[in-house]
């Protein structure tokens, strides 16, 4: 393929010249199909949306999993490691990334989440003195006014993701679908709050898992896309393109 190149590089006419742009790809590289089974995809700027989505899954389905209490597991400070660095700083270059390819929603998206995950993980640090306002010095004790507070943190982000929502509603069913779930997951998760009821936070949780499984599949569905791998997920796109 490089002689092939060089050689049409060498002749002057036109048609020649054309040809040889049809061997490179959009990023100006050689497009060699020497090795099928391990392609290689080049791009001018990479697509960020799979980082995004998949750190997002990540951080629910650990949300999820300490909110039902898996395996006895009720201390979520073990979360607050991976909503800060994976959650929280991944988001953040993912939406810069958005920016800079010119997508919006992804821009706004990644970045407020990304912001979700670092907020919450600080509600669990204990340099943060959030939790030490809530809780009596003598005795310990968590004040209710801990989950009245957590329920108004949870309806502001509640609202944010309906707002989302609106503006995926011509995306694609999976992304849409996922922040759908997120909103009954937000809203359940509120009214557990302010009612201090377990089985309503337990309910809420659950529906974490449906927020985390579609945020894996939209983030898988665009890793392993461009023939990167044989699987080919698909999003079932909400409109059709002209």
């Known amino acids: 393929m490089p002689d092939q190149i060089a050689d049409m590089a060498s002749n002057g006419s036109s048609s020649k ?9 959009a990023g100006g590289h050689v497009d060699s199909r020497g ?13 960020p949306s799979p980082l995004g989505l998949l750190s997002f899954a990540t951080g629910i ?17 073990l979360l607050i490691s991976v909503l800060i660095f994976f959650g929280g700083v991944c988001q953040f270059i993912a939406g810069i990334a958005e920016i800079v390819a010119g997508n919006t929603f992804g821009a706004t ?68 679908l996922d922040l759908f779930f997120l909103d009954i997951m937000l809203i359940l ?6 009612v201090n009821s377990q089985t309503v936070l337990t309910a809420s949780y659950s529906f974490g898992f449906v927020v985390a499984f579609l945020s894996y599949w939209a983030g898988c569905a665009g890793l392993w896309a461009d023939g990167i791998t044989p699987i080919d997920l698909p999003t079932f796109a909400m409109y059709k393109q002209d």
């Open 189 to 194: 998760l509120a009214a557990g709050f302010m």
């Open 61 to 77: 389905f650990l949300i999820s999993i300490f909110g039902v209490q898996a395996r006895g597991l009720t201390t979520p400070n």
């Open 109 to 176: 998206v990644f970045p407020s989440y990304g912001a979700f995950n670092l907020s919450y993980a600080m509600i669990y640090l204990p340099g943060s003195g959030i939790m030490a306002a809530y809780t009596d010095s003598t005795t310990g004790a968590i004040s209710p006014e801990f989950n009245q507070a957590l329920a108004m943190y949870v309806w502001a982000w509640f609202i944010l993701t309906v707002i989302f929502t609106i503006a995926a509603m011509r995306s694609s069913w999976i992304l849409f």
């Open 35 to 47: 090795q099928p089974s391990l392609p290689t995809v080049h791009r001018r700027l990479a697509n």
């Open 17 to 25: 010249m054309e040809d040889l742009e049809k061997l490179r790809t």
